[in-house]
């Protein structure tokens, strides 16, 4: 839509508070700052609940894989030729043993429930979850039968562990006596202290060895699963299904949607209310665009009327008042995309100093699984946010400038 320089000129002018105006300037600024708050927000919520699908993805699948491979009966005896054949099956980038546990530590007293992981040494320090999450200690220290195990950073805090004290693992498959049966209690040194960002690993991980799991759970030679990754964690089912019919009878193969299903599925639905509900507000803002104009051609009926006598067009008209629509649109969304990304960059300042000035806490990681608040931003959907404010601004001004473009010059000037 090209103007001429008259039509610039008016549309300037509507644009700019003029005498007795000063209502539909403040009213064409709440729009302004509506449609700003809007997209703000929009995008703001959008790029956190994708941040947090992508951080809570990251680490799930991170310590989990993309599917595991499940012995009946909590073992996989010939795990050697089940781990060879997912590592040759097309389309699996890695495959590694795994024992994992619920078990119960206590520490001078205290007790917590851990899920013990026993991992190949090569596995735990090549984990591109814990690499460079160690807090205190080291994980090259995890030697198999050196009785040292790495723990989850709010397990520690709630033991009261720190690095080279010693933990107790109880777990109740141990020896059969006419008595019954005897729970195995180990003690193992805490040799590290990681925090991979995510709650609930951090308050019950107990890291050691597979060897050292295998002792502790007797278990022989045996693992409990084989965790794999994929090279597209969209198609896993697809990619894993030849492995599934090998390995069926001896084991079950479940992926990252079976065992996470719940959780990601609550993040779907979430997203998309969340979007459909902010998107409300953009639709409130364009409103009082649409109010503002109206108010604006009822407050330059006589100016309108001139022009129409020293010939200014129809369609002229109806550009002019577009133009001013639009333009507040424009103004409102570029506010709201400059104000969405200034606090994605300062989240969690933000997040911090209104938990200091209420003295709530917003960001309970408990609750919220990570420990941060994430964020991810996707610029197709701030494209998406970008055209349905325009879009919606666009359509507000359609009715106004009608309204301007019908005017009878005639009716208006009879009596001036």
Do not use: C
């Not at 030729?81 to 078990?103: N, R």
């Not at 003690?187 to 060895?209: C, L």
């Not at 407050?299 to 333009?327: E, H, Q, S, Y």
């Amino acid at each position: 839509m090209i103007l001429s320089r008259y039509e610039r000129m008016i549309a300037r002018r509507y644009l700019l508070p003029g005498k007795g105006e000063a209502f539909i300037f403040l009213v064409a600024s709440i729009s302004l700052v509506a449609v700003m708050l809007g997209v703000a927000a929009l995008i703001i919520v959008m790029s956190v609940m994708n941040g947090f699908r992508a951080e809570l993805f990251d680490k799930v699948v991170g310590l989990n894989g993309h599917a595991v491979v499940q012995g009946y009966g909590g073992r996989i005896p010939n795990w050697r030729e089940v781990l060879q054949q997912a590592k040759a099956t097309p389309g699996v980038t890695a495959a590694v043993p795994l024992i994992e546990q619920p078990l119960m530590a206590s520490y001078e007293g205290r007790v917590e429930g851990v899920l013990v992981r026993g991992m190949q040494r090569r596995d735990i320090l090549t984990n591109p979850t814990l690499q460079g999450k160690v807090l205190a200690g080291s994980l090259e220290d995890l030697q198999p039968g050196s009785g040292r195990v790495g723990i989850g950073a709010r397990l520690a805090e709630a033991l009261g562990a720190t690095v080279g004290g010693s933990i107790t693992i109880i777990s109740p498959q141990g020896q059969t006596t006419p008595f019954g049966t005897v729970p195995r209690i180990v003690d193992y040194e805490v040799a590290a202290i990681f925090e991979v960002g995510v709650y609930d690993y951090d308050k019950a991980f107990v890291v050691m060895p597979i060897e050292d799991a295998q002792t502790l759970l007797m278990l022989g030679d045996d693992v409990q699963m084989i965790e794999v990754e994929t090279e597209d964690a969209e198609r896993v089912g697809e990619i894993l299904a030849p492995l599934a019919a090998r390995v069926a009878g001896r084991a079950a193969v479940a992926d990252w949607r079976r065992m996470n299903a719940s959780l990601f599925e609550a993040l779907a639905v979430e997203r998309v209310a969340m979007f459909i509900v902010l998107s409300l507000i953009i639709l409130v803002a364009v409103f009082n665009i649409l109010s503002s104009l109206i108010m604006l051609v009822r407050a330059k009926t006589r100016d309108i009327a001139i022009l129409r006598t020293m010939g200014a067009t129809r369609r002229g008209l109806m550009k002019v008042f577009i133009t001013v629509g639009i333009t507040i649109g424009t103004l409102g969304t570029a506010a709201g995309l400059l104000l969405g990304a200034v606090f994605l960059f300062f989240r969690q300042p933000i997040v911090d100093a209104i938990q200091v000035l209420t003295g709530q806490n917003l960001w309970d990681p408990s609750v919220r699984f990570l420990t941060e608040l994430p964020s991810k931003t996707d610029p197709f959907e701030v494209a998406a946010v970008v055209i349905m404010a325009l879009g919606f601004s666009f359509l507000a001004t359609l009715y106004p400038a009608y309204k301007a473009a019908s005017t009878d010059p005639v009716q208006v000037l009879r009596y001036e």
